[in-house]
């Protein structure tokens, strides 16, 4: 089951603390709460700057998508400036991670895994690649067009526009169509696979 998602046309889901909002791209299983999804991949937008909330056995990976970026501080653990788009930082959701903005709102690419289920593998790319075989998996266009082609199908899929799937697939060839050109991948496989 393969499906296409548009960033444009994702609801918002606004936070409680009215920090921010969060506009879901995929979780599994579907319909899991908070406390029991396997994966979740979503795109949010942090307006004021506060603590992240804590997510026990959840392994974390965030990218700048727009905006100035934000520091992220996790007091013995790191201290991390999150300011170049399309970069992934990794850490534990245990953590106690304090966040600050560093001028307006910052839009983010969020990826959390359910540590000893499932583990992701968040990469970017510019030029021509093979995604291989996963069990799941986001791929999300930030820049240029670019031609995703599967054994089932070849899809031209332009910037803020992408696909996912949450059933083993086949390897993904990625195109990219424009001499300017990024690829954000998520590839999603069983905990301890490399």
Do not use: Y
Not at 58 to 79: E, K
Not at 89 to 107: M, N, Q
Not at 175 to 194: C, F, H, K, N, W
């Amino acid at each position: 089951m393969m499906q296409r998602f548009a960033i444009a046309d994702l609801p918002r889901m606004p936070w409680k603390n009215g920090g921010g909002s969060t506009r879901e791209v995929v979780c599994q299983p579907p319909g899991a709460g908070m406390d029991r999804f396997d994966w979740r991949v979503s795109i949010a937008s942090i307006v004021q700057s506060g603590p992240f909330s804590v997510f026990p056995g959840i392994d974390r990976s965030i990218a700048l998508l727009d905006g100035d970026g934000v520091q992220l501080r996790a007091p013995g653990h790191f201290d991390h400036r999150l300011d170049t788009p399309a970069q992934p930082f990794a850490f534990a959701g245990d953590l106690a991670v304090d966040c600050t903005l560093l001028g307006g709102e910052s839009t983010d690419f969020n990826v959390m895994t359910r540590r000893g289920v499932v583990s992701a593998d968040v990469a970017v790319h510019h030029r021509t690649a093979t995604l291989p075989s996963a069990m799941g998996g986001v791929l999300l266009v930030l820049e240029g067009g670019w031609q995703l082609s599967s054994l089932q199908e070849t899809l031209d899929v332009p910037a803020g526009h992408g696909v996912w799937w949450a059933e083993p697939f086949e390897a993904w060839q990625l195109q990219p169509r424009t001499a300017q050109a990024r690829l954000l991948a998520v590839a999603i496989r069983p905990a301890g696979q490399e």
